[in-house]
């Protein structure tokens, strides 16, 4: 099975084209289709020559995710189905600015974006679960979740490519791909701030990150390459529900990331009600790894808590919750449940949240109460995904 061109760094595209015998700036001019102008299509790749064009097809695929269905909520929140080439859909979500969103500024736009064709794990509240795991996406399938937004925005808004023609690479004014190739034009573009949609990424869309470790990290530094997205490292996020081992082996990564943990509940009792992950990885190991990756990062992190009417939103979450927030100096973000059809959870009153956001703070602990986004397009993660099935009549098994 061929490999897709998105799924290789630089230094790998470098080598190719070494042992191919072509000449180093010719891999600058492909990533610069790739991650500049978004190119589908290898024929659009001018100045390529045609044979190069015709071998890097025969040897590599360059998918694209295809949109199947564009939902807009009343408050801007986006949410994106995407049809993978063997047929799956995956989502993403597309968040406005907001400034209590991971400590974000007002003017980063998110992209929430999946790394599985639904979810082993089976939150108990969670739609991506609920038809079982099918396979974890290709490093290329995480990448393009960015690449697809930024092409439908080029589309929808006229913007134009983050820069000119690819084939003027460093003071070439004669528009001849080989002229003006010295020095720094050997080196592959340079992401310019400021030209594209998404500035901010969060990894907690369908499926759990961290089962699909070595596809996610590569993509995230394909994402955070000043050739390709050129993202922030800093302004990315990656959320786990808890898979102790993969916290530990992220925090001897050099790459200086975000992380959430999706607790949602303080107790055992409860998080195991709500989480299975927790029978394998009961509170104990997790905050163990947790405090792991504060002690190698001196990284805040940030417990995601989902407010779920009569389930986790007592008294008796609020001590242990803030216990653990403060042992950690982490901080806690506050999420009123976004109710998923078939599920029998529901999000508690607005006086409910309030409480017991203000229970948390009393407590000396740093917490946002999320302000809704998108719940009247199904915006909780795989929502979108199992309507869209069933309206095709595709069964409730895997």
């Known amino acids: 099975m061929k490999s897709d061109i998105k799924s290789l760094t630089l230094d790998?595209?470098?080598?190719?084209?070494?042992?191919?015998?072509?000449?180093?700036?010719?891999?600058?001019?492909?990533?610069?289709?790739?991650?500049?102008?978004?190119?589908?299509?290898?024929?659009?790749?001018?100045?390529?020559?045609?044979?190069?064009?015709?071998?890097l097809a025969n040897e590599y695929t360059l998918n694209c995710l295809e949109?199947?269905?564009l939902k807009e909520a009343a408050d801007g929140t986006r949410k994106f189905l995407w049809r993978l080439h063997d047929g799956n859909m995956i989502e993403s979500v597309l968040i406005p600015a907001n400034p209590a969103l991971y400590g974000g500024g007002s003017d980063r736009t998110t992209l929430c974006v999946s790394t599985q064709v639904g979810c082993a794990y089976r939150c108990a509240?969670?739609?991506?679960?609920?038809?079982?795991?099918?396979?974890?996406?290709?490093?290329?399938?995480?990448v393009e979740q960015v690449l697809a937004v930024e092409r439908w925005y080029r589309a929808t808004c006229k913007t134009p490519a983050s820069a000119g023609p690819v084939s003027r690479i460093a003071g070439d004014e004669t528009g001849d791909p080989e002229a003006g190739l010295a020095g720094d034009a050997l080196s592959a573009p340079k992401f310019q701030q400021g030209t594209r949609l998404v500035d901010n990424i969060v990894v907690m869309g369908m499926g759990e990150p961290l089962a699909n470790y070595e596809n996610l990290l590569k993509a995230l530094h394909i994402l955070n390459a000043p050739w390709a997205t050129g993202i922030g490292a800093r302004r990315i996020t990656i959320s786990t529900a808890g898979l102790a081992p993969q916290i530990r082996r992220l925090a001897d990564e050099k790459f200086q990331v975000r992380l959430a943990i999706s607790l949602h509940a303080a107790t055992d009792e409860v998080r195991s009600k709500l989480m299975p992950v927790n029978r394998k990885y009961?509170?104990?190991?997790?905050?163990?790894?947790?405090?792991?990756?504060?002690?190698?990062?001196?990284k805040m992190i940030t417990f995601e808590y989902l407010l779920i009417e009569g389930v986790n939103d007592g008294p008796d979450q609020v001590k242990p919750l803030a216990m653990f927030a403060r042992r950690l100096g982490a901080k806690i973000n506050l999420i009123p449940y976004n109710p998923v059809e078939g599920l029998q959870w529901r999000r508690p009153s607005a006086t409910a949240q309030r409480a017991f956001h203000r229970a948390l703070k009393s407590l000396g602990v740093t917490a946002t109460l999320r302000q809704e986004k998108g719940s009247d397009i199904d915006a909780a993660c795989g929502q979108l995904r199992l309507r869209t099935e069933a309206q095709q009549g595709s069964p409730l098994t895997d």
């Open 282 to 298: 009961p509170l104990r190991d997790l905050m163990s790894a947790c405090k792991y990756y504060v002690d190698r990062k001196g």
């Open 125 to 142: 509240f969670c739609a991506s679960g609920l038809r079982g795991w099918k396979r974890d996406l290709a490093t290329e399938e995480i």
């Open 12 to 55: 790998q595209i470098e080598e190719t084209f070494r042992v191919w015998g072509q000449p180093a700036y010719r891999a600058a001019q492909l990533v610069g289709w790739l991650y500049r102008q978004l190119a589908c299509d290898w024929g659009l790749m001018t100045n390529l020559p045609r044979a190069l064009r015709d071998r």
């Open 67 to 69: 949109l199947v269905t």
